[in-house]
T-cell receptor, first 114, second 113 residues
Framework: NAGVTQTPKFQVLKTGQSMTLQCAQD?????MYWYRQDPGMGLRLIYY???????DKGEVPNGYNVSRLNKREFSLRLESAAPSQTSVYFC?????????????FGNGTRLTVT | DQQVKQNSPSLSVQEGRISILNCDYT??????FLWYKKYPAEGPTFLIS?????DKNEDGRFTVFLNKSAKHLSLHIVPSQPGDSAVYFC????????????FGQGTELSVKP
């Protein structure tokens, strides 16, 4: 049972480069989320998708775009990477009830922008 | 504006003793609270939760207490074990605000043998 799978695990980008972080879940969850974790800041919500076909901004959406490709997959795109986007990115999903259903997280993508 | 705050970045406890992790929040609309545990190089995993209609929830060695008037919750681990060493995040959500989870900064717990 894979749960939430994120690829890649590690990535180094130069400023201005673009990349897409991939996330897939096999739990038939409706809602999916992207968070970033920075030292002293906890986990901050970038974007979320309450259901297939919908996406909404979270706390820190600037510099990112998302695509809910289907019920299983939710990707995060950096169009022009900046050093401030160096972080660990976590994808998560949850079933019906959203806030009353615990999030299931992937193991993260560690991104460094030089 | 940090709506959920964990003011202690770290906590060190002796094995067998009680660990108490604290969390404060500012948004009175929060109605559901959770604790997550995170080991290095892994994603956070759900530990325990509490609804705003309760003031205590217990699951084995883990108990969460909620004080709504003080906008404060705490996680008690008794007895603490070395395997409990991890970063603990508290999180909160409000159903009428989309149910999105807002996390605190985390507290790193170290349980020494």
């Amino acid at each position: 049972n894979a749960g939430v799978t994120q690829t890649p695990k590690f990535q180094v980008l130069k400023t201005g480069q673009s990349m897409t972080l991939q996330c897939a879940q096999d739990m038939n969850h409706n809602s999916m989320y992207w968070y970033r974790q920075d030292p002293g800041m906890g986990l901050r919500l970038i974007y979320y998708s309450a259901s297939e076909g919908t996406t909404d901004k979270g706390e820190v959406p600037n510099g990112y775009n998302v695509s809910r490709l289907n019920k299983r997959e939710f990707s995060l795109r950096l169009e022009s990477a900046a050093p401030s986007q160096t972080s660990v990115y976590f994808c998560a999903s949850t079933g019906p009830g959203q806030g009353n259903s615990p999030l299931h997280f992937g193991n993260g993508t560690r991104l460094t922008v030089t | 504006d940090q709506q959920v705050k964990q003011n202690s970045p770290s906590l060190s406890v002796q094995e067998g003793r009680i660990s108490i992790l604290n969390c404060d929040y500012t948004n009175s609309m929060f109605d559901y609270f959770l604790w997550y545990k995170k080991y290095p190089a892994e994603g956070p995993t759900f530990l325990i939760s509490i609804s705003s209609i309760k003031d205590k929830n217990e699951d084995g060695r883990f108990t969460v207490f909620l004080n709504k008037s003080a906008k404060h919750l705490s996680l008690h681990i008794v007895p603490s074990q070395p395997g409990d060493s991890a970063v603990y995040f508290c999180a909160a959500s409000a159903q009428n605000q989309g149910g999105k989870l807002i996390f605190g900064q985390g507290t790193e717990l170290s349980v020494k043998p």
